[in-house]
């Protein structure tokens, strides 16, 4: 009974680490709130506000090629429960968040046992890369809880102890296609592992070979790619021919040589792996002890969740191999997002290993390493308890901006503000202007100059040739400089004509 307690009061407490190292900043709206923010939460407003549905969703890396629409309309919901309160898309991504962190550790739990759920969720808890992502929007960031949907899955499936195996297949199928829709490169690499697997695998062969569990899979797989088959259709298939043209001919934006690939794509897992632990600390010595536990399987054999290692591992294996082969074009991290959850089902299997010989002393290692990350976990809270929460390049300080434009305005309902952001187009401002409209009936403002004068919003940018250009060509030369206000790095002016 008081062991329960114990565990029941640990598993609190992770979850208040949880909570607390991402809903300060949620509190505070010291979030990332940029470009691709903007014109996301534009488009969820225009799907509700004017009623016009989309069969695509943002802009790859790739000119032409587009993710899912998806990711849209998961942004509705946030912006009918908030009243499209920015802060709202940040509150509905944590939420997301914490149901997958509590399935995760209930799940870990119940086929791991105690010590390795609290080591993995602890490490989420104060991992630098899941907080970040906890509390950033941004449609590769839906693949993290969809991607490990799909790893849980699959899990029951190639130990074959589900009743309900064709619930399962088509669930494989349906979250492997919404991974490629939230992140398109993600998908690309995925599903040509995945079918490797299903050969690789007996226990995934034996399921598809079944032709009924097939077709179930691909029924899953083509539900979330319908829209983008609606986009195809009415642009003459101009996704499919620049998507064929790209796997033929590459763009050749940043052509190397396989060793460097190699190289880079090295260094990039390293990069996964090493965004879990809050610290180089914690990393040595958790690298240490997997080494040591790592040594141990080999020379005792062990095969415990021998299945789900087989499964896991050369996962990792073909994505990486197919990243290598990727190499006439940048490849960027957030391709494979969330890919970290890989390594922690990894590290939670061998956690959970028991040994016949030197058992004692590699469970007291596994119990000093949860200790210690204990430990280090609270010193992260009582840390950042005494800290001040950051104030620039957020979301608050562009809030103040429009907020201060408005109210100096008073009643006027007809004024003209101008906006210069290195992007050039400023989402950020215009769905603040809009947000502001739907919650305190302010209009937005023009962009012509009225009553003689106009505000100016002008952003720090490091081209300097081209910030000068805009505001040569924007500010008259007989304007005169009435009222100038900073807010963190970004500049307020008002001009006005006599």
Request: hydrophobic content about 50%; glycine content about 4%; some cysteine.
């Amino acid at each position: 009974m008081l062991k329960k307690i114990i565990a029941a009061a640990l598993f609190i407490f992770v979850i208040f680490l949880f909570c607390y190292f991402r809903l300060k900043p949620l509190y505070f709206q010291t979030v990332g709130y940029t470009y691709d923010q903007g014109r996301d939460f534009l488009k969820a407003a225009e799907i509700i506000l004017d009623k016009n549905p989309t069969f695509i969703g943002p802009t790859t890396g790739i000119q032409g090629l587009f993710h899912g629409a998806w990711y849209y309309y998961i942004l509705v919901i946030p912006f009918i429960l908030f009243g499209g309160a920015p802060i709202g898309f940040y509150h509905f991504n944590f939420f997301l968040h914490l149901v997958s962190f509590i399935l995760l550790m209930y799940f870990i739990y119940k086929y791991f046992g105690f010590l390795a759920s609290l080591m993995v969720t602890l490490l989420i808890a104060t991992s630098p890369y899941f907080i970040f992502t906890s509390i950033f929007v941004g449609n590769n960031i839906m693949v993290l809880p969809t991607l490990l949907l799909f790893l849980l899955i699959n899990f029951f499936l190639v130990n074959r102890n589900h009743k309900k195996i064709a619930l399962l297949v088509f669930l494989a199928g349906l979250f492997a296609g919404l991974i490629t829709e939230f992140e398109l490169a993600f998908g690309f690499f995925l599903l040509p592992s995945y079918i490797l697997l299903i050969f690789l695998l007996e226990s995934l062969r034996q399921t598809f070979m079944n032709v009924r569990n097939l077709l179930i899979f691909f029924a899953g797989l083509a539900i979330p790619f319908i829209p983008r088959l609606f986009f195809e259709l009415k642009n003459n298939f101009s996704q499919t021919r620049i998507f064929f043209q790209n796997l033929l001919q590459g763009t050749t934006q940043n052509v190397n040589s396989y060793a460097e690939v190699l190289q880079d794509r090295v260094n990039l897992f390293f990069g996964y792996y090493k965004s879990l632990f809050a610290n180089d600390a914690i990393l040595i010595i958790f690298t240490l002890l997997f080494l040591v536990f790592l040594i141990a399987v080999l020379e005792n054999k062990v095969k415990k969740y021998d299945s789900l290692l087989n499964f896991l591992i050369p996962l990792l294996s073909f994505l990486f191999f197919f990243s290598v082969l990727y190499k006439e074009n940048f490849f960027w991290g957030n391709y494979f997002e969330g890919i970290q959850y890989v390594f922690l089902l990894i590290m939670a299997v061998f956690f959970t290993i028991q040994f016949k010989v030197h058992s004692i002393l590699f469970s007291f290692l596994k119990l000093s390493f949860v200790v210690a990350l204990l430990g280090n976990s609270i010193l992260m809270f009582s840390k950042d308890v005494r800290s001040r929460s950051m104030s620039s390049g957020i979301l608050k300080s562009q809030h103040e901006i429009v907020n201060h434009i408005q109210k100096s305005e008073g009643n006027h309902q007809d004024y003209c503000v101008k906006v210069y952001t290195p992007p050039v187009i400023p989402y950020t401002y215009n769905y603040l202007f809009l947000y502001n409209k739907l919650s305190k009936k302010i209009e937005t403002p023009k962009s012509d100059w009225i009553d003689r004068r106009c505000w100016y919003i002008i952003e720090t940018d490091e081209n300097n040739e081209r910030l000068t250009e805009w505001l040569d060509k924007n500010i008259p030369r007989k304007a005169r400089l009435t009222i100038k206000k900073s807010f963190n790095e970004v500049n307020v002016f008002l001009y006005e004509l006599d």
